[in-house]
């Protein structure tokens, strides 16, 4: 259930959670914490509003004290002007990182790279 959001809850995954976020407040607030920065990330058009609901939730994360946010916090603070970027036109560099996982499992089942022109000849002929 806490893996999820909660648009995709069951009624059961509903009635449950009512009970179990009045248990444990601090959980719900933890949840809450990580929903809000889902939807920045889903919702948000612009590298503008994104910038002030990211600050806004930063804010909120230092307020409620939870150390297990603050490596997250901390990631978007100093990578926030990459981040951002994403919101231009939500395109991330996957790709370019899965291709060089690529490389660097080649390289590793060659064994090194000794020659680096034939290696190369070796990468365009394989992944080209």
């Known amino acids: 259930m806490l893996y999820k959001t909660p648009s ?3 009624e059961n995954q509903y009635q449950r959670s009512k009970i179990f976020f009045e248990q444990y407040p601090d ?3 933890a949840f809450n ?3 809000r920065l889902r939807d920045i990330f889903n919702k ?3 590298k503008e509003v994104t910038y002030t609901k990211l600050a806004h939730w930063h804010k909120d994360v230092e307020d409620t ?3 297990a946010f603050n ?5 978007i603070t100093i990578n926030y002007r990459s981040i951002l ?3 231009i036109n939500r395109s991330t560099n996957a790709s370019a990182e899965s291709f060089n996982a690529k490389i660097k499992v080649f390289r590793a089942q060659i064994g090194g790279v000794k020659n680096a022109e034939f290696f190369l000849y070796r990468l365009t ?3 080209a």
């Open 65 to 67: 004290g939870f150390k």
């Open 33 to 35: 914490l990580t929903q």
């Open 8 to 10: 995709n809850w069951t």
């Open 85 to 87: 970027n994403y919101f």
């Open 125 to 127: 002929t394989i992944f």
């Open 44 to 46: 948000a058009k612009s």
């Open 27 to 29: 959980i719900k607030l």
């Open 71 to 75: 490596t997250i916090a901390n990631t």
